[in-house]
């Protein structure tokens, strides 16, 4: 700031503090001291700042405690804050120009627009999870042991939790113990540190197609390239096409998939056909990556085998409490089998010492059997929403739309008209403050362009069905055009 | 299992997981059903399996209940729990062998010995944290708004904690929005994100040597080439050296240190230097990581200016509660100026979405103004417990012995006479209960041979002073030898 004097620039200095709002309305401002110190200039220099501040209303004193800043200069002169706006952008959408993780940035994931009904998302509503037993259980946990709870923790979880997590692998047929596990934040780390332990950029990994958008834009991320393994919306990934890949392509350097309740089919793979995968997986020597994120949320009256089961050793075995219980308090979990030891490696990278107030919060709940009661309530819920649903989309879309029914989670896998281009259509629909989840998410290769998938996971109202409608008549404009 | 027949497989499943612990005592056993569905057998053949059993005494049936394990049995056979001994191994300590990692896994954190004084390690007494007044605010917060809490946020952390952060950065004189930060889990994920997302494997890295192990370690982990840049225990990194690197080698891609409080030397950069380091660097369009997890320990009355103060663009600060206040509730940040694109890119890969009940914990403790108290009473302690152990050292080292005098933090820097070999001294320390950290781990070149590090934030009382004595004694037993 050249031609400025040493206290101008100062003052400047508390006037940008004050309008972008670090400092705020009746905030006291950095003492004398502090600011000398801070700009290396005298204590009368500083004072000279605060004075001419004072005089031209911005700052008041206090006796004996210092300048604060003036409520009637602050509300008038704070910069409106920059709240992102819907503003929709016309994606680019050939080939190879298009990042998945663009798309899903500026499509399905717009939170911060207010109003917009997230039929896009996979967020389930509030009301979905016991958020006030959680925090009762939380309260508990960090007041009868303060000290213990904020202490670091290298052991790659909190032992208590750890022993409850082998109980529920135990239920979906693992014989895990306590001591595999490891404890992430969230089930998306867990991907993260489990893709890189195996992989190196440039490696090849086989993915089912259509597949969670999280494992293609990591992939993206990570430089790995995917090769797609055709996943049926009823019985998921397709052996003899993983067989042929794996024999074709000598380099496939894991399989990454959820065998139970798929994202975004609902798929679910026969038991036998788990088996022959662990068997072909483990004679082939490539590892796989288990996402089991869904696993609990079966319809059914026992959760479904996880593939793991069938092979401890080599399957990579991913769990998360975020679909069931606590997306806030980021846990999920890890048990890699023979792979312990390179997971641990990069676990430590990222994560060093895990957050232990919210592992026995959730681990408190879980002891306390409040998950049995919980889950049966959230089944039904999901449930009774996806015939809702369903019912509401076949009454609603063209003929020629083909909807998945699938037996848990909360997606439903939406087949349009082959005319139908759904990253437009979820464009059409933002500027209507709907989001839908366009299929070409769901791969690498920009497949499914027709496919949209829908989240059911909302407070079933007339808001959500008229919302349904709407879908339907964008779909409907779209083929008639 | 081939010749056993179906039941005796589900039987001895199930002993297994008795003895390895997964079931415990009188806890409820799988149901009849759930065990017919995750075996894939028939209800009669559990029904048997649960007999046998039953007669052997390990499991009994409640009426209307189910099965459970029987204390008595259980107790019998349970396998015991395999904990880590403390083991001492030779360290193999030639040059390009020993993996720094290793070294800090064996000698730094034995963590899960017991009765061992951890002069070695980076932990402060428990005491020194306010951990009661934090679970206060923890359960406020959960209980104030449960669902609040309990959603994904995939913001870069909250904002009313970003807020809080932004003002402790103001006292570092930076001007830094709320939007500016990045909140991380710990300082370790906010330097691997940091370092993920400006370097490639191969890529060479400026660092301050000695430096903090765990910057090491991480590059060693990330394929990162190490330029060591002395630091002087006084002044920190040594400009013209760093001068000098960039100058010769055009590839260096970034530059990492702690321009506060630098660990171990407790060296802080004059104002000056910060100031031609920050243009220097600048100048030559090379990033610049700040780690100022220290900054706040400074004894002075003001906290020193953060580096990031003279280049708010060019310097990525990387700050942390975990030493002043909550190392159990993981809350770190990030503020990256014009390199936050990139680091954002690699944060939601790692991150996805943060962990709210702990930032909300350590925000309302903010702004609750503890804080300011608190540091007061922290640094009083640190000063005092500093004041003890030079005493007790320079009573008891040998002659030859010189040791740091920093005006903040809670190390010790410490050279030994040059005859002696810090590794194995810290093994023979261990074996009698005592770490220490060996000046090795502090530099990627195997250098800082004869230098210590103690962790001075441990009650202090005649346990510790006797342990240093220790120490001295083992050291004068290295130099007579």
Not at 25 to 49: D, K, N, Y
Not at 377 to 388: A, D, I, P, S, Y
Not at 405 to 416: D, K, Q, R, T, V
Not at 419 to 438: H, R, T, Y
């Amino acid at each position: 700031m050249p031609g400025k004097t040493k206290y101008e620039q100062i003052a400047e200095k508390m006037v940008k503090l004050i309008e972008s709002g670090v400092l705020q309305a009746e905030q006291r401002i950095p003492s004398l001291r502090s600011m000398s110190h801070q700009t290396g200039t005298s204590i009368m220099t500083v004072i000279q700042a605060y004075r001419l501040l004072e005089d031209q209303g911005m700052i008041e004193s206090k006796p004996q405690s210092g300048y604060y800043v003036r409520p009637d200069y602050y509300y008038k002169h704070r910069q409106a804050v920059v709240l992102p706006e819907a503003q929709i952008q016309t994606l680019r959408t050939e080939a190879d120009e298009v990042k998945i993780s663009n798309i899903i940035e500026k499509l399905v994931k717009p939170l911060d627009y207010n109003n917009v009904i997230p039929l896009g998302s996979g967020l389930q509503a509030p009301s979905f999870y016991p958020s006030e037993q959680l925090s009762v259980h939380m309260s508990r946990a960090v007041r009868s042991d303060p000290a213990g709870l904020n202490r670091y923790c290298f052991e790659a979880g909190h032992e208590t939790l750890r022993r409850e997590l082998a109980h529920r692998m135990m239920e979906a047929g693992c014989n895990t113990s306590a001591e595999d596990i490891i404890v992430s934040a969230g089930a998306s780390q867990a991907l993260f540190i489990s893709l890189k332990a195996l992989t190196e950029p440039g490696d090849a990994i086989a993915v089912e197609s259509p597949g969670y958008y999280g494992f293609y834009a990591l992939m993206e991320r990570l430089q790995l390239r995917a090769v797609e393994i055709p996943c049926d919306p009823q019985t998921g990934l397709s052996l003899p096409d993983l067989e042929s890949a794996l024999q074709k392509n000598q380099k496939i350097r894991c399989v990454l998939l959820s065998a139970n309740l798929s994202n975004p089919t609902g798929a679910s793979m026969p038991e036998a056909s788990k088996k022959t995968l662990a068997d072909l997986c483990r004679k082939q020597e490539v590892p796989v990556i288990e996402d089991d994120v869904y696993g609990e949320l079966s319809f059914r009256l026992l959760r479904p085998r996880a593939l793991k089961s069938y092979d401890p050793e080599n399957i990579i075995y991913i769990g998360s409490m975020s679909k069931t219980l606590a997306p806030g308090y980021r846990v999920g979990w890890i048990a890699a089998g023979k792979y312990r030891r390179q997971v641990l490696d990069y676990y430590h990278c990222v994560v060093m010492s895990s957050n232990l107030p919210t592992q026995l919060a959730v681990a408190s709940f879980l002891k306390s059997g409040g998950m049995a009661h919980h889950l049966r309530r959230l089944h039904k819920t999901h449930q009774e929403n996806m015939f809702n649903f369903r019912n509401k989309i076949a009454a609603s879309f063209p003929s020629g739309t083909r909807i998945s029914n699938p037996l848990g989670g909360y997606f439903i896998w939406i087949e349009l008209p082959e005319q139908v281009d759904s990253v437009i259509l979820a464009e059409k629909l933002l500027a209507q403050n709907i989001s839908i989840a366009p299929g070409i998410i769901f791969s690498a290769g920009k497949n499914y362009r027709n496919y949209i998938r829908l989240n059911c996971a909302l407070q079933w109202g007339p808001g959500v069905a008229k919302a349904i409608e709407t879908v339907a008549s964008e779909v409907k404009r779209s083929v008639a055009d």
